[in-house]
């Protein structure tokens, strides 16, 4: 009865009634059970400020703990790069995680205290065979009124409707990128277009909204916050701009967070309307709105604004653990005390002490950069984002895009809602696949692979004292030519065969730039140099070999697509290029594009790069860091397969701008 009884009441005497009860003490009045809570100083907050919720879900700060987490598993279908350190996870063996009927005798003790709401996490939770039976179970739970999953996407088409019979009502779905190449080289596999078919299905089944999780990262997407706010325009979808947080295993930067006002500085940019929307106390959410949209977008400020002051949220992991806070490394085995026969007064025994000891903020401690805590897949997969983490320059939030084009065959699939069209144009005559946003001004030429916008009108005649070169012009374009000329004097000029004026250009210096009078390394000092347009194309070759050549054509390795994780190695290379090269300057490009080929005669793959700017200094380095990148991550991917591997002619092929001239390999 007097178990009844504190459970009925979920005020401050229930801790006194449940803990008489659970050790076999008479109950007492509530006058003398009262002085007990007033023992503590978190008794007599909970007597000052009572509250028709549970003592055992209140901690010491009064806040009420009423929405449950709950990792149904520990594996992935998926390998971000974010979520899943490089080195990889020891899994727990299945005997130690926590069964169907447990995680339901645990939900249940969870919901008589007061718990409103549990979301479903992983790993990720669909692939769980028992995944519906455990939602059915869950929704015949008196007292939960929301039942939610957290998914990467990936089989969400198939199962939604089984899922939604079953009692499921709200539904989170993880999506860092609007890119499928750069999706690929995400999470180390394929799958973009089936998240996209996850999304739209459930809008049809009448989800409302269907949230979207994207971490944000500098010099990763952080230039798709515009494409991901459009995406909100006929769809009714909230889509959740996650500030990048620290955990073990992703290396943390500060430098790659994107903090919420930077964000929205940016969309307001293009949306100066944008409405902030009201929203709940407990809410981790600051939510805003484009006028005449169907969806919204939100800010989950972890860092830059937290919101530990009403946090409301508890966590079980996948083996039965019970995380008071995302950011701790504290926990307490639900599974062990249940396996050993706790009895359910036990069980909420410890779970109270384990909320007591909760602290104010970010698990107390002011660094969370250097806190030692699980990887993110072991906790739950709704913050899954990428990259390793070198730091990334920090350019203007839209100085440059994924402007690449894709030579092997990036479709989209034909089943897609036509929304999804939308964001993507073709080009009809060459068949390249443009990425959204992106102004591709500068193109190959098929016969000489010279870069087109460059090298209109004009011809570069070139001094060479030791070419062998006879005087003679390549046929590059209609509208001019290059030549290479052997003739006396210094530096080279710059012609145009229409009015054939030409222009001297400085010869190469004599001496290191480097290096200052003493000899020791130094940087340059741009500062009195005048801003102007500058290119640089480089390239390089991978030699696989038949075999690997064969693999990679038919893509059959086992990492994933080669060519498109290459390709996007290659453009991250060029963006990082002032962290990896000591010397050189941070540039803020305004296009990197990167195009692989497969060349049989050689079995090799051959890489061109390049890059543009406007500034002071040239993007020379620019463009080979992405050559080189590329070449690495060919060979990487392809180490498995043979050793024989070579990578060779990686080398500048043009640049043009600055006062030295332009320069042509012929």
């Known amino acids: 009865m007097a178990a009844a009884w504190g459970r ?14 659970s050790t076999g003490a008479p109950v007492r009045a509530p006058s003398a059970a009262a002085q007990e809570v007033q023992s503590s100083g978190r008794g007599r907050f909970l007597l000052e400020h009572a509250a028709p919720f549970s003592a055992f879900l209140t901690d010491s700060f009064g806040r009420q703990h009423n929405y449950l987490r709950i990792s149904l598993t520990e594996k992935c279908n998926l390998r971000c790069q974010y979520c899943m350190p490089e080195e990889g996870v020891q899994l727990t063996p299945k005997s130690e995680l926590l069964t169907a009927q447990e ?13 409103e709401k549990i979301r479903l996490t992983g790993g990720e939770p669909l692939i769980r065979p028992d995944v519906v039976d455990i939602v059915g179970q869950l929704y015949k739970l008196e007292g939960l009124k929301t039942i939610a999953v957290t998914t990467n996407g990936i089989n969400l088409t198939r199962m939604l409707p089984r899922l939604k019979e079953a009692g499921l009502n709200a539904i989170n779905i993880s999506l860092d990128t609007l890119v499928p190449a750069k999706f690929e080289f995400i999470v180390r596999r394929k799958g973009f277009h089936k998240v996209m078919e996850g999304i739209y299905k459930a809008t049809e089944l009448g989800y409302r909204p269907v949230k979207v999780n994207c971490v944000v990262m500098r010099g990763t997407n952080e230039d798709e916050l515009v494409d991901f706010v459009e995406l909100t325009k006929d769809l009714p979808l909230d889509v959740r701009f996650i500030e990048y947080m620290p955990f073990d295993g992703n290396k943390w930067n500060f430098r790659k967070m994107v903090s919420y006002k930077e964000m929205l500085d940016t969309i307001k940019q293009q949306w100066p309307e944008l409405l902030k929307l009201p929203c709940e106390t407990s809410s981790t959410a600051k939510s805003y709105k484009v006028p005449h949209f169907q969806g919204q977008i939100s800010f989950i400020t972890s860092m830059s604004e937290h919101f530990c002051g009403s946090c409301n949220r508890l966590r079980i992991t996948a083996d039965g653990n019970l995380k008071v806070c995302l950011f701790g490394n504290s926990e307490v085995s639900l599974r062990d005390h249940l396996r050993s026969g706790a009895s359910e007064e036990e069980l909420v025994q410890i779970i109270g002490a384990a909320v007591g000891r909760k602290k104010k903020q970010h698990a107390g401690m002011f660094n969370i950069s250097q806190m030692k805590n699980r990887p993110m897949i072991l906790i739950e997969p709704a913050l899954m984002s990428f990259l390793r983490c070198q730091d990334a320059p920090q350019n203007h939030p839209n100085s440059e895009r994924w402007g690449h084009t894709f030579s092997h065959g990036l479709t989209l699939r034909p089943g897609l809602p036509k929304q999804m069209g939308k964001a993507f144009m073709k080009k009809k005559r060459t068949g390249q696949l443009f990425l959204p946003r992106s102004h591709p001004k500068q193109q190959w030429s098929t016969k000489t692979g010279i870069l087109q916008t460059h090298l209109r009108n004009f011809c570069v005649f070139q001094k060479d004292p030791d070419s062998t070169f006879d005087t003679k012009c390549l046929e590059a374009f209609a509208v001019g030519r290059v030549s290479v000329s052997k003739e006396e004097g210094p530096g080279s000029e710059l012609c145009t065969r229409d009015s054939g004026s030409c222009t001297k250009v400085p010869r190469a210096s004599d001496s290191l730039t480097h290096t200052d009078e003493e000899g020791r390394a130094a940087m340059v000092d741009v500062g009195g140099k005048p801003d102007s347009r500058r290119s640089a194309v480089a390239c390089a070759v991978v030699s696989l070999g038949e075999k690997a050549f064969g693999m990679v054509r038919q893509n059959q390795v086992k990492k994933g697509d080669v060519l498109a994780v290459a390709q996007i190695a290659g453009i991250q290379g060029a963006k990082l290029t002032s962290q990896l090269i000591p010397l050189c300057h941070n540039i803020p490009l305004n296009h990197v594009e990167v195009s692989l080929s497969l060349d049989e005669t050689r079995f090799a793959v051959v890489i061109r790069s390049s890059c543009q700017t406007w500034g002071r200094t040239g993007v020379e380095m620019e463009a080979l860091t992405a050559a080189s990148l590329a070449a690495l991550t060919v060979y990487d991917m392809c180490k498995a397969v043979t050793q024989n591997i070579v990578i060779e002619e990686v ?5 043009t701008g600055g006062q030295r001239g332009d320069f042509l390999r012929i």
Not at 8 to 21: E, I, V
Not at 103 to 115: D, S, W
């Open 8 to 21: 009925l009441l979920r005020g401050p005497l229930a801790a006194a009634l449940s803990r008489a009860c």
């Open 103 to 115: 995680i339901i005798t645990l939900a249940r003790l969870f919901v008589k205290e007061g718990v």
């Open 651 to 655: 080398k500048l092929l043009s640049k």
